[in-house]
């Protein structure tokens, strides 16, 4: 049981933690500010979710944890190499979770709540969902991957149609913005499959693997908010106009159409 006032001194914790990352360099505070913001919106994300769900006020406060720490180590991971790019650095979700356990952050929990917690952090960045958790451990997962995903889709349709945006090579993850689009990313989206990350050579198939998120997401609620807030779309208007971007384009907009009814899962 997690009551309220534990979750206000989790969020004073946090709330002071990033405060010692403050930079003095904008293009880093930029970085910062980021996450923070992200942080705060995947709080309200998973609570929207989780009230579809009917979840009890207990059960919403502790997912409410899980999205308030699944990305506290992306700040100590900036801050020792400049890069969100965890196959360059190291794992931000492991990062975060020993960052956690030095700082005897979910001490007053008890322990089978924590543990749902760090197996809801480390299992948020996988590419796909293994199943060797219990039934609540995999739900308040596949909640945190939901919400995680739905305010990745703000941040990065926000960035592609600012037009003062400076190019934020961190968010690109540094990737060429070359015309083409790979073999390997067109053929995982025709098969309805998450783009496998090595199949990633530019900015084009990021933007696609992105669109492709729809294929692994849990709850109907979270594909109501995809189609209200019109994300696939607006990826889609940043793309090039191509036979292969149209195909998988309109492979991606059946599947939401299809789960309408809210039938997924
Ligand atoms: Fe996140």
Not at 106 to 128: G, M, P, Q
């Amino acid at each position: 049981m997690i009551d309220q006032e534990t979750l206000l001194e989790l969020k004073k914790w946090f709330a002071d933690y990033v405060e010692t990352f403050q930079s003095d360099v904008p293009e880093d505070q930029l970085n910062i500010d980021l996450k923070e913001k992200h942080t705060r919106l995947v709080c309200k994300e998973i609570i929207d979710i989780g009230r579809s769900l009917a979840l009890s006020d207990s059960d919403l406060r502790l997912a409410e944890i899980t999205a308030l720490f699944h990305d506290v180590g992306r700040f100590e991971q900036y801050a020792r190499y400049r890069s969100f790019l965890d196959i360059e650095t190291e794992n931000h979700a492991l990062l975060g979770i020993r960052i956690l356990r030095t700082n005897h952050v979910l001490d007053a929990v008890d322990e089978e709540t924590r543990d749902l917690i760090f197996y809801a952090i480390s299992n948020h960045n996988r590419a796909c969902l293994t199943c060797n958790g219990s039934e609540r451990q995999l739900l308040f997962t596949k909640l945190l991957r939901d919400a995680d995903k739905l305010d990745i889709w703000r941040v990065v349709t926000e960035y592609y149609h600012d037009d003062n945006r400076k190019r934020n090579g961190v968010l690109e993850l540094n990737l060429p913005d070359t015309p083409e689009i790979s073999v390997g990313v067109y053929k995982d989206l025709m098969e309805r499959k998450i783009v496998k990350a090595e199949h990633l050579k530019n900015l084009n198939d990021f933007k696609l693997l992105q669109i492709g998120w729809v294929f692994d997401v849990n709850f109907p609620k979270t594909l109501q908010l995809v189609r209200e807030r019109k994300y696939i779309e607006k990826i889609y208007k940043v793309l090039p106009k191509s036979d292969k971007v149209a195909k998988v384009y309109k492979t991606v907009r059946d599947y939401l159409e299809k789960n309408n009814a809210g039938h997924h899962n």
